[in-house]
């Protein structure tokens, strides 16, 4: 089991370019979701999904679109990037929020830098 | 959810018992207390949850207060690699309610 995986790792972007960050997750999780760390800050939800096929907003969606066409893939989109969306992006799987069996799956995180 | 309050870090020595606590003092009947840590900017882990009642796995031990508002997470016998920052989170069980509230947590570092 790879578990959670991100890709790109690292990535530089300049202010108005587009990319796409891909999750990939391979423990049949229903749930899966993007955050966001900001230097010295907790974990912001930005978009989040309960099942394939279906998004929605967290905390902090703007900016940002995603989409869920296969079960085990969570994409997360910046159309065009700005300086604020510098940070550390995480992704995150889990079989459902019901408890007592919650728990959130991390992957390594994707660095990314918008200059 | 519940808010949470952690002090910003604590020192602990290799092989002593650490002790994090964490206040929830709004916490209602439902919400359930989770502990997630994140070693030096890996992906957040987690580590035990509970609701009333003590709990232990094999990666640390959870007291909750009878009044459950406040709790504290404990790593039976340290090691360098448990030093991390700890996130004490506060959740209720509803579908719909998707997120895990990351405050600023307390940073842990284990002292040779």
């Known amino acids: 089991n790879a578990g959670v995986t991100q890709t790109p790792k690292f990535r530089v972007l300049k202010t108005g370019q587009s990319m796409t960050l891909l999750c990939a997750q391979d423990?049949?999780?229903?749930?899966m979701y993007w955050y966001r760390q900001d230097p010295g800050m907790g974990l912001r939800l930005i978009h989040y999904?309960?099942?394939?096929?279906?998004?929605a907003k967290g905390e902090v969606p703007d900016g940002y679109n995603v989409s869920r066409l296969k079960k085990q893939n969570f994409l997360l989109g910046l159309e065009s990037a700005a300086p604020s969306q510098t940070s550390v992006y995480f992704c995150?799987?889990?079989?459902?929020?019901?408890?007592?069996?919650?728990?959130?799956?991390f992957g390594p995180g994707t660095r990314l830098t918008v200059t | 959810d519940a808010k949470t309050t952690q002090p910003p870090s604590m020192d602990c020595a290799e092989g002593r018992a650490a002790n994090l606590p964490c206040n929830h003092s709004?916490?209602?009947?439902?919400?359930?207390v989770y502990w997630y840590r994140q070693i030096h900017s890996q992906g957040p882990q987690y580590i035990i949850h509970?609701?009333?009642n003590n709990e232990t796995n094999e990666m640390a031990s959870l007291i909750i207060t009878e009044d459950r508002k406040s709790s504290t997470l404990i790593l039976p016998h340290a090691t360098l690699r448990d030093t991390a920052v700890y996130y004490c989170?506060?959740?209720?069980?509803?579908?719909?309610?998707?997120?895990?509230?990351f405050g600023t947590g307390t940073r842990l570092t284990i002292i040779p």
């Open positions: 423990m049949n999780h229903e749930y």
């Open positions: 995150a799987s889990s079989y459902s929020t019901g408890v007592p069996s919650y728990e959130q799956y």
């Open positions: 999904s309960v099942g394939e096929g279906t998004t």
């Open positions: 709004t916490i209602s009947g439902n919400e359930y």
């Open positions: 989170i506060v959740r209720g069980p509803n579908f719909g309610n998707e997120k895990l509230t």
């Open positions: 509970g609701l009333k």
